[in-house]
C-alpha cells in the first residue's frame, strides 16, 4: 500500500526532473549561519508520479506501518533539503549504435610519421 504526498516548493523546480525520480530529503540545523547536515542521514521519500506546476512535484511514498497508516517520521518537514536521483535504467547514456569516421590526410611535402590516435568516451549522467 502506498500514498500520495505534494511537496511545494517557493522556487521553481529543476529542470531535469521527471516523473520516475527517486525524491530524498535531508534535515538541516542552522550553525554558523549556514545550513548545515553535519550527522543526519538522507532518507528516501519515494518516486515522483507527477509535476502539476513548475514549483511542486506530487510523489508515491510507500512507507506504511502494518496497519496500512503513513510512516509520519519519514516524511519531510520545513526546511529540510529536498534531493532527486534519476534511474540509470532510464537514463543510461550508453552509445548505442552511433559511430565516428575520422580521415587522416598528410599535408606536409616531407616524410611524417603518426605516433598515436586515439579517443575517448564519458559517461555524463552520473
Known amino acids: 500500500m502506498s500514498y500520495i504526498i505534494t511537496l511545494n516548493f517557493d522556487y521553481e523546480l529543476n529542470s531535469s526532473l521527471q516523473i520516475g525520480d527517486q525524491v530524498y530529503h535531508t534535515s538541516t540545523s542552522m550553525l554558523g549561519g549556514f ?8 532518507i528516501h ?8 506546476t513548475l514549483f511542486s512535484i506530487q510523489v508515491q ?10 510512516i509520519l517520521s519519514i516524511q519531510p518537514e520545513q526546511g529540510d533539503y529536498i ?8 537514463n543510461n547514456s550508453d552509445l548505442l549504435g552511433y559511430y565516428a569516421s575520422v580521415k587522416l590526410v598528410n599535408n606536409s611535402k616531407i616524410k611524417a610519421e603518426l605516433f598515436s590516435v586515439g579517443s575517448e568516451v564519458t559517461e555524463n549522467s552520473k
Open 83 to 90: 534531493s532527486f536521483s534519476k534511474s540509470r535504467v532510464v
Open 45 to 52: 521519500l519515494g518516486t515522483v508520479v507527477d509535476i502539476p
Open 61 to 70: 511514498v510507500d512507507y506504511v506501518d502494518p496497519s496500512g497508516n503513513p
Open 35 to 42: 545550513d548545515q547536515n553535519p550527522n543526519v542521514d538522507q
